[in-house]
């Protein structure tokens, strides 16, 4: 009899504890596991790119969000009017900026000015983005591409309506940005004045990392300062005329205003600085 109450005990605790945490989970998080768990899809995925090298890409379901900042967002641009966009298909998305290690594996080369292999790809344009994710897609048979912005600023909030992901401000102990000067409540923090190893700081509640800070990552958008009072609400594209193109996210080398999760940005697609990467993509198929 004891031994049955000692059983009963401990898988009272066993129990309590993973309903504690199961309370912990935020709401996005949840989401996301019961989307794939409903789609048959696992959280992540490890692509193998070949030389023991792998890419990690997370499930992203499909949903509904407030895009861009509302009126009362400090240091908010002209160009984040808030609308409310809804994505229909669920997506993988790269739980890294593509690293330099990545990259060599597949285009044999590497422009990065920040020498490293777990470091992210810096100093690419968008056309070389676009012929590594080319690459990538005939090497795997898979379809990746760049992110939209809609699919990235989601990715981004997973669930959140505050300037970052987390919270209301930023903290250089959790995002790479130059913390010489504070947002909002925030404190001066470090500036390293350079790009880290690719999940050296907690992931937002999709399981993504560094979706604020360390490089600027290209969309497949073309940008457009008025495109938001046009926009399509269900699965928006960007424009179809332009010539620069949409990055996010903010970098190294950015004060934390420009690192938001609306906070909007854009290259020619040409330019190559270190101070912008990218992050994949890789479409589902077959999805009802």
């Not at 995002?175 to 690719?198: F, Q």
């Not at 332009?242 to 690192?259: M, Q, S, T």
């Amino acid at each position: 009899m004891k031994k049955i109450m000692t059983i009963v005990v401990i898988l009272s605790v066993a129990a309590a504890v993973a309903a504690v945490e199961k309370a912990k989970e935020s709401g996005a998080t949840s989401q996301q596991k019961q989307a794939a768990e409903k789609a048959g899809s696992p959280l992540e995925k490890k692509i193998d790119l070949g030389n023991e090298v792998n890419m990690v890409v997370v499930f992203i379901p499909a949903g509904e969000f407030e895009m861009g900042s509302p009126m009362e967002e400090l240091k908010r641009d002209s160009d984040e009017a808030q609308h409310h966009i809804k994505l229909t298909k669920a997506f993988y998305m790269g739980k890294f900026e593509v690293t330099q290690i990545q990259y060599r594996v597949i285009m044999s080369e590497n422009p990065s000015k920040f020498g490293g292999d777990k470091l992210p790809v810096d100093n690419v344009n968008w056309y070389e983005a676009a012929r590594f994710l080319k690459k990538l897609s005939d090497k795997t048979v898979l379809k990746f591409r760049l992110p939209t912005e809609a699919e990235w600023e989601y990715a981004c909030r997973a669930g959140t309506t505050t300037a970052f992901n987390t919270g209301t401000t930023l903290d250089s102990d959790v995002v790479n940005y130059d913390a010489d000067e504070p947002y909002a409540d925030g404190i001066i923090g470090k500036d390293l004045k350079r790009t880290t190893v690719v999940g050296s700081y907690p992931p937002n509640a999709f399981g993504l990392c560094d979706m604020h800070g360390n490089v600027w990552e290209w969309c497949s958008d073309i940008y457009d300062n008025e495109y938001y009072k046009i926009t399509p609400s269900i699965d928006p594209k960007g424009p179809q005329e332009g010539k620069a193109k949409v990055i996010r996210g903010g970098a190294w080398n950015e004060w934390a205003y420009k690192c938001r999760s609306a906070d909007r940005n854009h290259r020619w697609p040409k330019d190559n600085q270190p101070i912008i990467g990218f992050r994949v993509v890789l479409e589902i198929e077959n999805q009802k």
